[in-house]
């Protein structure tokens, strides 16, 4: 068996597809405890009927989204009355991870209302699919197409966010459940363009543009890049095509990625990734509120793609930062569970910035919207690791209740006796990407758990 997903405790969008086990259909069908099924039931409310999950669950509903050119063609088509295409979302939490937690369910289950609702999904990923292979972080559909026009105006192909990486493994795992060869096509012209879109380095870029448009305007976007999975992402599908596609080329993308990690770690005692490095390797600002200090949350995306190698590849080299990291993860804690996004790969101190790029005291003061602090996923891996929130040994079953999943672009949140209460009072959520990052949270924690490979580093 390749790839399990017990070795990626935090990363279920990963962790539902990487792993090749996961697509061989049960013998026993396993129901659904009550809290998952109504988890479940109100994602499947949510979907469109021509598949695809938009921003709210009323079709009526218009937002804009927040890329620039989907906020301009809004603006624009508005004026006229042109604005009736339904926005579909791309970027995790939404329509590729959704689709790939149903598959994961029906197999489970064996109901086909799952699989029927995975299929809408894949068969508009399929027509929406772009001409370089790949996908847009929100793209616009009239029924079960993409709008004609977009294809004119899209202004490149997403890869982070896991919208292109994880559009390919929901595609590949459908093919595995169903047989029919439009999903595997699809999932093969993307990693075309994963494969395409690796820089010389090994790392991938946030997005895929093509060259004209790289010579005519440079872009940090086109750098090597950790923020949102985008190298991560483009890792843990190659491993999935290797396997599942009989494509030896994605592994060795696969490790050439790893081997980049390896790279550009920062030294210890903070031992973490940057989110944004420069065409030489070296951290950079990304945007202009997002510094050049190191980042936790893709500092947990990155040990679980070495891990993901360690286990493919039976190199457990790929397995040597994780004593080194997890140590400066144990140690800059905010609070139990709780961690800033960036931290200073000098100071360890957390980093917070405005809208202008100015650094302020706190969170409070920062660029809102935006993940400045949370749980990252990060109390999961630890759980798998044998440890503890605090990075304190404890029995690896005993941790597994510890565990705190979450799907990429799920940044969790600092979590006390007040935020836990709030959320088991709330009423159900009209966001469907709400809806999505519950239901993949509570079939996770129903996932078996030991301890991975990587493991066996950590000093306890």
């Not at 040597?320 to 400066?328: C, H, K, L, R, V």
Request: aromatic content about 12%.
């Amino acid at each position: 068996m390749y790839y399990p997903l017990r070795f990626f405790p935090s990363a279920i969008f990963f962790a539902l597809v990487v792993y090749g086990g996961l697509f061989n259909r049960s013998t026993h069908a396993q129901a659904l405890s009550p809290a998952v099924s109504e988890a479940f039931n109100s994602l499947l409310a949510c979907e469109r009927s021509d598949g695809g999950w938009m921003y709210a669950c009323d079709r009526s509903a218009r937002v804009a989204g927040f890329t620039t050119v989907m906020k301009r063609a809004e603006r624009l088509a508005g004026i006229l009355g042109f604005a009736t295409w339904d926005l579909i979302v791309l970027r995790s939490p939404g329509t590729p991870a959704s689709g790939l937690l149903l598959v994961r369910t029906y197999q489970r289950t064996h109901e086909e209302k799952y699989l029927a609702a995975a299929r809408r999904a894949g068969d508009l990923l399929v027509n929406m699919q772009l001409s370089s292979g790949g996908w847009f972080s929100e793209m616009p559909a009239y029924g079960n197409r993409l709008a004609w026009w977009f294809r004119w105006i899209a202004p490149g192909t997403t890869l982070d966010d896991d919208v292109t990486s994880g559009s390919a493994r929901f595609l590949v795992a459908l093919w595995e459940v169903t047989g029919e060869t439009r999903y595997k096509d699809a999932a093969n012209r993307a990693f075309d363009l994963l494969l395409k879109a690796q820089l010389s380095s090994g790392a991938w870029p946030l997005t895929w543009r093509p060259a004209w448009r790289r010579f005519l305007r440079t872009s940090f976007e086109d750098w090597p890049s950790l923020n949102d999975a985008a190298t991560t992402g483009p890792i843990q599908a190659c491993l999935v095509g290797a396997r599942s596609l009989n494509r030896p080329e994605l592994l060795q993308a696969a490790k050439r990625g790893g081997a980049w990690l390896l790279q550009v770690r920062n030294a210890a005692p903070n031992a973490g990734w940057a989110q944004q490095y420069d065409e030489e390797g070296r951290p950079a600002p990304g945007r202009r509120f997002e510094p050049s200090g190191l980042a936790t949350w893709e500092s947990r995306h990155a040990l679980e793609a070495l891990q993901a190698l360690a286990e493919a590849t039976g190199d457990k080299s790929f397995c040597a930062p994780f004593p080194e990291t997890i140590d400066w993860l144990k140690r800059s804690a905010l609070s139990p569970g709780c961690w800033a996004r960036f931290y200073s790969a000098d100071t360890n101190a957390p980093v917070y910035m405005d809208q202008q790029g100015r650094f302020v005291a706190s969170a409070e003061q920062a660029k809102r919207p935006y993940n400045w602090t949370g749980d990252f996923g990060i109390p999961a891996l630890f759980a798998q690791l044998g440890l503890d929130p605090t990075g304190i040994p404890v029995n690896t079953s005993a941790a597994a209740h510890l565990a705190t999943w979450h799907l990429p672009g799920d940044a969790g949140r600092c979590r006390n006796a007040a935020t836990e209460e709030r959320e088991e009072n709330a009423p159900p959520s009209s966001s469907p990407r709400t809806r999505i990052k519950r239901a993949a949270t509570l079939f996770g924690l129903h996932e078996p758990s030991s301890a991975p490979v990587c493991a066996a580093t950590i000093t306890k």
